[in-house]
């Protein structure tokens, strides 16, 4: 007896009917990054199917719906979860829904029911961003401007996605007009290496500033493409650079990427953003050198070649001073010294030698990206350099040698800044931080941390042991700090500093406390963890009774204007610093209470 088996679209329709009735679906958030003003703008809510549902891509979750003629039903259950989720996490900011045109232009005549559903979330209209994604053929263009100005009416944003893909979406910009277009990351990726890119990413910003729209650049992983996205003029990035999505991301951005997105903000000194790309970006390798266009013949480059021997390559510019590509050295030599080249190629354009795919860097390109994409290039081509550009225009050329020694100078200024034990930020970024903190008048939480009984730990384990017990207070630090982005400094030796700026800095606190009691086991041996202590001698050698470690910290709260400098917090620490230490028996800390203002410097 045959039975027919199942056709495969009766078991996707099967398994999309059991995720819509449990709402099966796992909603993650990929923050959405102001870079101008170092903090976090919205939320970008995407959704999963289980790992284990054949549906898991939300590729193929979207389409299987589509075509089962259930994709509007599909997407307003998981507006409704977006929602409730992002309520429930209390994320800041603003929410971003993707939605197609199918479930848009079905809002058309649904402008009550919408608003009082959204309404029952007690969230503004304008913290949501209505997403359109094109991944679905558009067939009434008229129903879906209607729809737009429906939710626009209501207090709702609007965005354009994956601007760039196609024709489409620029079309869909200047009918829609929306509030935020998201550059495709074809556009973003590399960026600080491509110059059509880079004025591809021009282009849109002009129309952007014409039609009053945000631009947002998606897809970002590299700093080295930020750092020339911000120089382009883009304020808001996404990307794994910040975060990967998340069922529950960060509410601010982490201390590293907080430092990277603050030089200088806020701050009139010399030693501003300007002295900092300076110090850090292509412009400070560009060497002027002679140049030719495509008018100049092959035989007229190789006598260049052949009369300087220190002429490596040679840039070729359009009219308007924008590379077309690079004459090297040894293949144009290699080329001249062919059998009949000259007769054939020497009185045509030099363009025939010229390698069409030249290394081209922005000024504003950062050396850590410049260093990998030097890395990646064949090396006979090493020597040859590459060409930097300003605005798409050239500027100079630079030379391998020049960049690898700015990098390594640099990496030495780094590892100068840093503890070399822990590798954490040392006093002078510590100081750097705190200053910043103050000059953006900002509430925050400071925690000075040392290990008690530290050094009877280190003569009776031995030195090595005690730099086990040091790394592992660094981790254990940065490992909670890095919840709420806080920052985290090593003064030396067994001393260490905490800045937090998040609400729930105590929880932090105790959170530090709890796991280094319960954790510092791995480094004690039993029977010392079963008397609480070991025997040993004091500094006169007599017997003594020393108690195992424990993490102590005096902890301020810095209100704006409170203190002017770092120096000032630093000589405020030390009361509640020393009260830790004596009143804590266990791991603890003590909160300084007392108002306390320090004299200002002419005092």
């Given at each position: 007896?045959?039975?027919?088996?199942?056709?495969?679209?009766?078991?996707?329709?099967?398994?999309?009917?059991?995720?819509?009735?449990?709402?099966?679906?796992?909603?993650?958030?990929?923050?959405?990054?102001?870079?101008?003003?170092?903090?976090?703008?919205?939320?970008?809510?995407?959704?999963?199917?289980?790992?284990?549902?054949?549906?898991?891509?939300?590729?193929?979750?979207?389409?299987v719906?589509?075509?089962?003629?259930?994709?509007?039903?599909?997407?307003?259950?998981?507006?409704?979860?977006?929602?409730?989720?992002?309520?429930?996490?209390?994320?800041?900011?603003?929410?971003f829904?993707?939605?197609?045109?199918?479930?848009?232009?079905?809002?058309?005549?649904?402008?009550?029911?919408?608003?009082?559903?959204f309404?029952?979330?007690e969230?503004?209209?304008?913290?949501?961003?209505?997403?359109?994604?094109?991944?679905?053929p558009?067939?009434?263009?008229?129903?879906?401007?209607?729809?737009?100005?429906?939710?626009?009416?209501?207090?709702?944003?609007?965005?354009?996605?994956?601007?760039?893909?196609?024709?489409?979406?620029?079309?869909?910009?200047?009918?829609?007009?929306?509030?935020?277009?998201?550059?495709?990351?074809?556009?973003?990726?590399?960026?600080?290496?491509?110059?059509?890119?880079?004025?591809?990413?021009?282009?849109?910003?002009?129309?952007?500033?014409?039609?009053?729209?945000?631009?947002?650049?998606?897809?970002?992983?590299q700093?080295?493409?930020?750092?020339?996205l911000?120089?382009?003029?883009?304020?808001?990035?996404?990307?794994?650079?910040?975060?990967?999505?998340?069922?529950?991301?960060?509410?601010?951005?982490?201390?590293?990427?907080?430092?990277?997105l603050?030089?200088?903000?806020?701050?009139?000194?010399?030693?501003?953003?300007?002295?900092?790309?300076?110090?850090?970006?292509?412009?400070?390798?560009?060497?002027?050198?002679?140049?030719?266009?495509?008018?100049?013949?092959?035989?007229?480059?190789?006598?260049?070649?052949?009369?300087?021997?220190h002429?490596?390559?040679?840039?070729?510019?359009?009219?308007?001073?924008?590379?077309?590509?690079?004459?090297?050295?040894?293949?144009?030599?290699?080329?001249?010294?062919?059998?009949?080249?000259?007769?054939?190629?020497?009185?045509?354009?030099?363009?025939?030698?010229?390698?069409?795919?030249?290394?081209?860097f922005?000024?504003?390109?950062?050396?850590?990206?410049?260093?990998?994409?030097?890395?990646?290039?064949?090396?006979?081509?090493?020597?040859?350099?590459?060409?930097?550009?300003e605005?798409?225009?050239?500027?100079?050329?630079?030379?391998?040698?020049?960049?690898?020694?700015?990098?390594?100078?640099?990496?030495?200024?780094?590892?100068?800044?840093?503890?070399?034990?822990?590798?954490?930020?040392?006093?002078?970024?510590?100081?750097?931080?705190?200053?910043?903190?103050?000059?953006?008048?900002?509430?925050?939480?400071?925690?000075?941390?040392?290990?008690?009984?530290?050094?009877?730990?280190?003569?009776?384990?031995?030195?090595?042991?005690?730099?086990?017990?040091?790394?592992?207070?660094a981790?254990?630090?940065?490992?909670?700090?890095?919840?709420?982005?806080?920052?985290?400094?090593?003064?030396?030796?067994?001393?260490?500093?905490?800045?937090?700026?998040?609400?729930?800095?105590?929880?932090?606190?105790?959170?530090?406390?709890?796991?280094?009691?319960?954790?510092?086991?791995?480094?004690?041996?039993?029977?010392?963890?079963?008397?609480?202590?070991?025997?040993?001698?004091?500094?006169?050698?007599?017997?003594?009774?020393?108690?195992?470690?424990?993490?102590?910290?005096?902890?301020?709260?810095?209100?704006?204007?409170?203190?002017?400098?770092?120096?000032?917090?630093?000589?405020?620490?030390?009361?509640?610093?020393?009260?830790?230490?004596?009143?804590?028996?266990?791991?603890?800390?003590?909160?300084?209470?007392?108002?306390?203002?320090?004299?200002?410097?002419?005092q």
């Open positions: 007896m045959n039975s027919a088996l199942p056709s495969v679209t009766t078991l996707l329709a099967a398994e999309l009917d059991r995720l819509i009735a449990s709402q099966s679906f796992d909603i993650h958030f990929q923050p959405i990054v102001d870079v101008q003003r170092a903090q976090i703008l919205g939320y970008e809510a995407l959704t999963r199917a289980p790992a284990n549902s054949a549906l898991h891509s939300p590729l193929v979750l979207f389409e719906a589509a075509s089962l003629g259930r994709l509007i039903e599909l997407e307003r259950l998981i507006v409704r979860r977006i929602m409730r989720r992002f309520v429930e996490l209390h994320l800041p900011g603003q929410i829904l993707n939605v197609t045109a199918d479930t848009l232009m079905a809002a058309e005549h649904r402008g009550a029911l919408i608003s009082e559903e309404r029952s979330y969230l503004e209209a304008s913290r949501v961003v209505v997403e359109l994604t094109e991944t679905r558009i067939l009434d263009l008229v129903a879906l401007g209607n729809s737009v100005e429906t939710l626009r009416s209501l207090g709702f944003r609007i965005a354009l996605d994956d601007l760039g893909e196609g024709f489409s979406s620029l079309k869909r910009w200047v009918d829609l007009r929306p509030d935020f277009v998201k550059i495709d990351r074809h556009f973003v990726d590399g960026v600080a290496t491509d110059p059509l890119k880079q004025q591809f990413v021009r282009s849109i910003l002009e129309m952007a500033a014409t039609s009053s729209a945000a631009v947002i650049a998606e897809g970002l992983e700093e080295g493409d930020l750092q020339v911000r120089s382009l003029g883009i304020d808001l990035c996404q990307g794994y650079l910040f975060a990967r999505p998340s069922l529950a991301p960060r509410t601010s951005l982490r201390a590293d990427l907080d430092a990277l603050t030089v200088a903000v806020g701050s009139n000194a010399p030693q501003g953003r300007e002295a900092e790309a300076a110090l850090t970006s292509a412009a400070q390798l560009a060497r002027k050198g002679p140049t030719v266009d495509r008018s100049v013949n092959c035989a007229t480059v190789i006598d260049m070649f052949r009369r300087d021997e002429l490596y390559s040679l840039p070729v510019l359009d009219t308007d001073e924008r590379p077309l590509g690079i004459l090297r050295s040894m293949s144009v030599l290699k080329r001249g010294a062919e059998r009949f080249f000259m007769e054939i190629f020497g009185r045509k354009s030099c363009v025939e030698l010229m390698d069409v795919n030249p290394l081209v922005d000024a504003s390109a950062n050396l850590r990206c410049m260093s990998e994409a030097v890395a990646n290039i064949d090396d006979r081509y090493m020597v040859d350099g590459f060409v930097i550009t605005h798409g225009r050239y500027l100079g050329v630079g030379r391998t040698s020049d960049l690898l020694k700015v990098v390594s100078d640099r990496q030495l200024r780094i590892a100068t800044n840093a503890n070399p034990l822990t590798l954490l930020p040392g006093n002078a970024a510590i100081d750097r931080k705190l200053d910043r903190l103050l000059n953006r008048a900002e509430d925050f939480v400071m925690a000075y941390w040392d290990i008690n009984h530290f050094k009877p730990f280190n003569d009776t384990y031995g030195y090595r042991a005690g730099d086990d017990l040091i790394k592992f207070v981790e254990l630090l940065t490992d909670v700090a890095a919840i709420d982005g806080n920052f985290v400094g090593h003064i030396g030796g067994d001393d260490f500093v905490m800045l937090l700026t998040q609400p729930a800095w105590q929880d932090r606190l105790q959170e530090v406390c709890r796991r280094f009691d319960t954790e510092i086991a791995q480094l004690l041996r039993p029977e010392h963890l079963q008397d609480r202590g070991y025997a040993g001698k004091d500094r006169q050698g007599h017997p003594v009774f020393h108690l195992l470690p424990t993490l102590s910290a005096g902890v301020l709260r810095i209100e704006p204007g409170q203190f002017a400098s770092a120096r000032q917090v630093s000589l405020a620490m030390t009361d509640p610093r020393q009260q830790a230490k004596l009143l804590c028996k266990a791991s603890g800390y003590f909160v300084e209470r007392r108002k306390s203002t320090a004299l200002a410097p002419s």
